[in-house]
């Protein structure tokens, strides 16, 4: 048994290790290519480097499929075990990932803390203090988001197309595919008050440039996460009832 779990939790890390590599030589060659000959919206090929590997890192600290395992607790009427413990349910899944995200992070870190200190960017204290702050609110908003669709499952059998537009808001609005200077800049002033830009950009860009608003950038992130929560529970009260009247 104690064998069994050994390789189990190696195949995690190996699983989790060939995820960012395979995601980072996939950003760098697509990206090299395109700053081949030029510059764009003021990003050096050098300081993208930075981004794509912060990019990857934090993406990574997130990868567990919960709208696939929500689904599954709704489909076989597991989520009514649930209603009878002292214990709610949403909070459950909340906390389940949490102990990923932290259990990633001693996997990761450590490699991207080596990746950095080779970069050729000089990265000061105060940066990466906010850095990892952000980062933290911006791993906590992305938790109560994909619990929030996860949820939703109660009532869209599909789960295969909430993940489909989970992952479509995540990688065009996050920043994890591309820094959002890319985007037009209307959209872009748009997406400025959003909870999508502080999962992956801001905290990067701060990383990389540092900024003077970082205050305002975090009480923004801790607003919308406040905003999740409260919807995480009028919905899952919703849930609630439903369960009640169909006799659950």
Known sequence: ???????????????????????YIFLSFLWSSIFKYNEIANWTMNSYKIYI???VFLSCLISYPNIYFMSLDMRSGNIVNYLVRPTYYPYHVIYKN??????????????????LSF??????????????????????????FDTLMGLLTFWFENSWGLNIVKQSIFTF?????????FLPKELNNILK????????????????NG?????????????????????????????????????G
């Not at 990923?100 to 990761?108: C, E, G, P, Q, Y």
């Not at 950038?217 to 996460?225: E, K, R, Y």
Request: aromatic fraction near 18%; proline fraction near 4%; charged fraction near 10%.
């Open 119 to 144: 970069s050729n960017t000089n990265i000061t204290g105060e940066n990466l203090f906010w850095f990892t702050l952000l980062a933290i609110m911006g791993v906590f908003t992305y938790i109560l």
């Open 53 to 55: 590997g912060s990019s």
């Open 193 to 208: 008050y959003s909870p999508f830009p502080g999962i992956i950009y801001r905290p990067t860009t701060i990383l990389i």
């Open 211 to 247: 900024s003077y608003n970082n205050l305002f950038f975090l009480f923004l992130q801790i607003a919308w996460i406040l905003i999740f929560l409260i919807l995480i529970r009028v919905i899952f009260r919703s849930c609630e009832k439903d369960v009640i009247i169909y006799g």
């Open 1 to 23: 048994m104690g064998s069994k779990i050994q390789f189990h939790d190696i195949g995690i890390i190996f699983d989790l290790i060939v995820m960012v590599v395979f995601r």
């Open 173 to 181: 609005f996050s920043g994890s595919m591309f820094p959002l200077d």
């Open 98 to 115: 949490i102990g990923i995200a932290a259990s990633n992070i001693l996997i990761l870190a450590p490699v991207f803390i080596i990746y």
